[in-house]
């Protein structure tokens, strides 16, 4: 089971941190990934992490503001999110499986926290 949290409003240029915490030993080995959707819109890669090595991966919309981190002790990942824009409005997922930019290839999921960022 995932579970994600820390979702809010926050005006543009501000910053919030997203937590997805995995419960159960099968997410120890999977790797973590952050989507995003908005209203009217598909489903988006935002950044994700390979267990294996650490290695990380992001969106060009979202690199340089955005920091995906993880806790394994916690089998916990983050999303620290800087200098938010308008358009980063959206509700936002965790997911587990084999690293891809694909959502339909994610067997797992949170249930999506909500950011909105304000003008």
């Known amino acids: 089971q995932l579970q994600a949290s820390g979702g809010g409003l926050v005006q543009a240029g501000g910053s919030l941190r997203l937590s997805c915490a995995a419960s159960g030993r099968t997410f120890r080995t999977y790797d973590m990934a952050w989507f995003r959707q908005a209203p009217g819109k598909e489903r988006e890669f935002v950044a994700g992490t390979r267990r294996k090595n650490g290695d990380t991966y992001y969106a060009r919309s979202v690199k340089d503001r955005f920091t995906i981190s993880g806790d394994n002790a916690k089998n916990t990942v983050y999303l620290q999110m800087n200098s938010l824009k308008p358009e980063d409005t959206a509700n936002y997922y965790c997911?587990?499986?084999?690293?891809?930019?694909?959502?339909?290839?994610?067997?797992?999921w949170g249930q999506g926290t909500q950011v909105t960022v304000s003008s």
């Open positions: 997911a587990a499986d084999r690293i891809s930019v694909w959502s339909e290839t994610y067997q797992y």
